[in-house]
């Protein structure tokens, strides 16, 4: 039913939209109504909330670029985002102007047929809270609503902003600020209300979903993922279904009694006008290795599940837990789609979720109920024989890790992770960002003793030689794989799939024009044939592309827009892809149209020389306690190896790594805690910090030889190539 619009209701729409709007500014800035909202699907001009529409298929009606036509694709303007972190913001376009926010959660309102800026806010963050961001400051995004912009703020906070002038109304702490929560994500508005979760669960809190009034900031209601310590009612939302079967689902000690249990919900949040559910992805648990988190094995609900509940109330309707126990970090917060699809019986419409997470496998549930309809492994998996016929795994023994290591697929990084899915309901294939990342699992035998930072409970670098030489691993990095999918929900199988170089991947646009648009991280942006695969069309747009394309119309002309930049955890926790250096990436908004000519400017290459500034020191143990203490505590930012994506800096080629009391003053002082590297006093000592020093100086001796084998193998090529 929802697949009726055509061609010409849409064409017509378009027409009728271009009549009322003659490029002017609009009347009332977001005059986004409930209304607007459930109807988005048939005004594909616009693009309302962060999935497009409630049902967040990420799938335009528009068609005027097509099949046909799309290698005409050219610049129409870009805008600087005047961030050298991560973006991974999906613009929202209401009325002529867009909405889009940037690292540290800034929002920029932009007339989004130029691309002339018409206000920026900026929430000016301490930024020192960037310690508590497990995967870069970003964010994905805003809701727009009756003249305000919502934006959740990295510090925890909630904003409603004046659509006009993006001066504030009204702002809410929506956490304790005494745990390290961080907001990325797009908030969502639905029946006045706006929703809200939170990131945090690799550093030890408890996730929830708030909904906000929207005209008063108020707090409506506030469901909890994970029971309290003393499992008694919270006053919230959640407490009943706590009572029902939440709670005998935790043992009454272990990590999570004093960690908050994780189960935040950071990502996916979706509304189902028809059963009048919102329905929400959980995250992992915390800390990620079960043994210590619940010594009593449970399955621990609501960790790694779907959950709907009722829109209004935010009382408790159903769950599906993809993960029981989770025990590797396989979030269920990746995109759920709504769609009717023909899996009921005799083929018959069914309404139904849809989900990638990232565990591996694609689920389709009922989505009135909750029930498993279908669940199929998308990627190479190792944890699980498969799922039953309730759609449980069925676990692997060796995958519930202890101290040797087992080498998972997927791993931590999951077979998917943020980057939006996007679904085509003509030719129902479901557009999935994939990743084929494995990680090796070990018990962290450190854990009850450690204080700040990832304390996870899970060793990721168990098995990894502190002498790794950097030939090996790059070499095991070029094992790494993603791919775009197009997957069959029904019959449960990839229709194609196009396999890139980079594992991490890119946000997805499905477009009735036939088209699927993708960026990927090495800085292009392409344009898919949706029933074939078949690369149509691909511009470089110097710098990463991984976060959602959007596309929009504006007087009949049709725009395609994405946000870049460079950072995100695999940026930041997964290093540089090739040891080479990346320049200062400025993140911006490129957007195309058909015909356009502008050009995208090029970043300025300014970097430290890339030499050790003093000599190597320390024996074998120094190094090794370095090499630990270095990647529980520092390479979440710094990298793995020692070597930097060039978001944070590289130590290697720091003068700070050079002079002990510098170190010292930086690492146990924490003298440069206003720019985001803290304090590391409670964790480390004076002694554990000069170790992480002599490994990194070691590691930068290392890269320097890699580094003349590098240019000589280079310079070499270009000889022969160059010999006539
Ligand atoms: C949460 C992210 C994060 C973690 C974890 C982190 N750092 Fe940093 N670090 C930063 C940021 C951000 C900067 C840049 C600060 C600035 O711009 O002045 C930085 C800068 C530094 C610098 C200064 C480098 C230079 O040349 O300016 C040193 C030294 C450093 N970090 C050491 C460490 C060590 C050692 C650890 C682990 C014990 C660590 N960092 C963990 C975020 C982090």
């Not at 990325?184 to 929830?208: D, S």
């Not at 946000?507 to 036939?514: F, I, K, P, W």
Request: hydrophobic residues 40%; charged residues 20%.
């Amino acid at each position: 039913m929802r697949k009726m619009k055509t061609v010409n209701i849409v064409a017509g729409i378009m027409l009728a939209f271009a009549l009322v709007s003659c490029g002017s500014e609009p009347a009332k800035f977001a005059d986004v109504t409930s209304e607007r909202l459930l109807n988005a699907s048939s005004t594909p001009e616009e693009w309302l909330t962060y999935g497009g529409t409630y049902d967040e298929q990420r799938h335009s009606g528009l068609t005027q670029i097509n099949l046909d036509n799309v290698d005409e694709l050219g610049v129409a303007w870009t805008y600087d985002l005047a961030t050298a972190r991560g973006v991974e913001s999906t613009p929202i376009v209401v009325d002529g102007v867009m909405y889009v926010t940037s690292a540290w959660s800034v929002v920029h309102a932009l007339d989004a047929r130029t691309g002339e800026e018409l206000w920026v806010y900026d929430p000016d963050v301490d930024r020192a809270v960037g310690v508590n961001a497990c995967c870069d400051v970003v964010n994905r995004g805003v809701a727009v609503w009756e003249g305000k912009i919502f934006v959740g703020v990295i510090d925890g906070r909630l904003e409603a902003l004046d659509a006009e002038t993006g001066a504030l109304i009204w702002s809410r702490v929506t956490v304790d600020r005494s745990k390290p929560y961080t907001i990325t994500g797009a908030p969502r508005v639905v029946k006045g209300n706006v929703l809200i979760g939170n990131g945090g669960a690799e550093l030890g809190v408890r996730g929830y979903i708030s909904a906000y009034a929207a005209d008063t900031g108020d707090m409506s209601w506030r469901f909890y993922t994970v029971p309290n310590p003393s499992k008694q009612p919270d006053d919230a939302a959640s407490d009943a279904a706590f009572e029902a079967i939440g709670n005998v689902s935790w043992g009454d000690e272990g990590a999570w009694t004093t960690d908050g249990g994780g189960g935040t919900v950071w990502d996916s949040i979706i509304y189902d006008d028809v059963n009048d559910n919102i329905i929400f992805g959980v995250g992992n648990g915390s800390p990620w290795n079960r043994d210590y988190r619940d010594p009593a094995q449970g399955d621990n609900l609501f960790l790694s599940s779907i959950v709907a509940v009722d829109a209004t109330s935010g009382a408790y309707k159903w769950h599906y837990q993809t993960t029981p126990g989770d025990n590797w970090d396989y979030t269920a917060t990746q995109t759920i789609i709504l769609a009717d699809l023909p899996v009921g019986s005799d083929g018959a419409l069914r309404r139904v979720a849809m989900q990638a997470p990232k565990n591996g496998f694609f689920y389709v549930i009922d989505a009135a109920t909750g029930e498993f309809i279908s669940g199929e492994a998308f990627v190479p998996q190792n944890w699980a024989i498969g799922l039953d016929e309730t759609g449980r795994p069925i676990e692997l023994p060796e995958a519930r890790y202890s101290d040797t290591p087992y080498y998972q697929a997927p791993g931590a990084l999951g077979a998917h992770n943020w980057h939006p899915m996007a679904f085509n309901p003509d030719l129902n294939l479901a557009y999935i960002p994939a990743q084929e990342i494995p990680d090796a699992y070990a018990r962290d035998n450190i854990f009850p003793d450690r204080e700040q930072n990832w304390n996870t409970g899970t060793n990721l670098t168990a098995g990894l030689p502190m002498d790794l030489d950097l030939g090996t691993a790059m070499a095991l990095r070029a094992t790494l794989k993603g791919r775009l999918i197009a997957w069959d929900p029904v019959t449960q199988s990839a229709r194609w799939s196009v396999e890139h170089s980079n594992a991490w991947n890119g946000g997805v646009l499905s477009t009735a024009g036939g088209l699927v648009f993708q960026g990927r991280l090495e800085g292009e942006f392409s344009a898919y044939n949706a029933a074939t695969g078949e690369k149509l069309w691909g511009q470089n747009v110097k710098a990463g592309a991984a976060s959602g394309p959007g596309t929009y119309a504006i007087d009949g002309e049709q725009y395609v827009t994405i946000t870049t930049g460079w950072g995100s955890a695999y940026a930041l926790a997964g290093g540089s892809a090739y040891d080479q250096p990346v320049p200062p990436i400025v993140g911006k908004v490129v957007t195309f149209k058909l015909g356009g000519t502008e050009t995208i400017p090029d970043p300025d290459l300014i970097l430290p020389p890339r030499t050790p500034k003093a000599e190597a020191f320390g024996d074998e143990d120094l190094l090794q306690t370095g090499f630990d203490q270095y990647h529980y505590n520092c390479r979440v930012c710094h990298g793995p190896l020692a070597i930097s994506s060039g978001v944070l800096p590289d130590l290697r080629w720091s003068y700070i790594t050079a002079d002990a009391e510098a170190w010292n003053s930086v690492v146990i002082d924490g003298s440069l805690a206003a720019n985001g590297m803290v304090s590391f006093a409670s964790a480390l000592s004076e002694g554990d910090a000069e170790a992480i020093r002599a490994y990194v100086l070691k590691q930068a001796h290392d890269g320097a030889e890699m580094e003349a084998m590098v240019a000589a193998a280079m310079a070499a090529e270009a000889d022969a190539a160059a010999a006539p």
